[in-house]
């Protein structure tokens, strides 16, 4: 009898052990479970974060294209306007040695009718001397 007690007593101590060890593997297990839990859950957050970082990034992304395109559109104009502003000076200068080869022939021909006018103008005055000469021998001539 005092075997099957010790017997008994070892069993009640081996599940009384088992039972502690048990519940020691229980709680380390749901320790373990809820360091996992919340390392999934950190996870889950970094995760949602990055996706909302990367989000944001393709929006700026997004933004930058487009204000990049705004931009080169507004340079195409700009060269399109030095162009045509440069076609327009390019016209006004062959314009202006135009007029300025215009007014350099007329200057010439004002000189050359000066020159005429003149001699025209001296030719004048000795006719007009010769008349008077005349007219005073015509005048004594008929005294």
Same mark, same amino acid.
Do not use: P, W
């Given at each position: ?45 970094? /995760? ?6 990367? =989000?944001? &990034? +393709?929006? #700026?992304? !997004? %933004?930058?294209?487009?204000? *990049?395109? $705004? ?34 022939? /007329? ?6 009718? =000066?020159? &005429? +006018?003149? #001699?025209? !103008? %001296?030719?004048?005055?000795? *006719?007009? $001397? ?14």
């Amino acid at each position: 009898e005092d075997e099957v007690q010790v017997t008994e007593d070892a069993k009640l101590r081996l599940e009384v052990n088992f039972q502690a060890v048990k519940a020691n593997y229980d709680r380390d297990m749901a320790a373990k479970e809820e360091q996992a839990e919340e390392g999934r859950r950190k996870l889950i957050q970094q /995760l949602r974060d990055l996706e909302s970082q990367l =989000e944001e &990034e +393709r929006k #700026a992304r !997004a %933004h930058l294209q487009s204000t *990049q395109k $705004k931009h080169d559109s507004v340079i195409q104009q700009l060269e399109e306007q030095i162009e045509q502003e440069e076609r327009g000076k390019d016209e006004a200068i062959r314009q202006f040695k135009k007029t300025q080869g215009q007014l350099k022939d /007329l200057k010439l021909s004002v000189d050359d009718a =000066e020159k &005429e +006018r003149s #001699a025209l !103008a %001296h030719q004048v005055k000795a *006719q007009e $001397k010769k008349c008077k000469l005349l007219e005073g021998e015509a005048n004594t001539a008929q005294e």
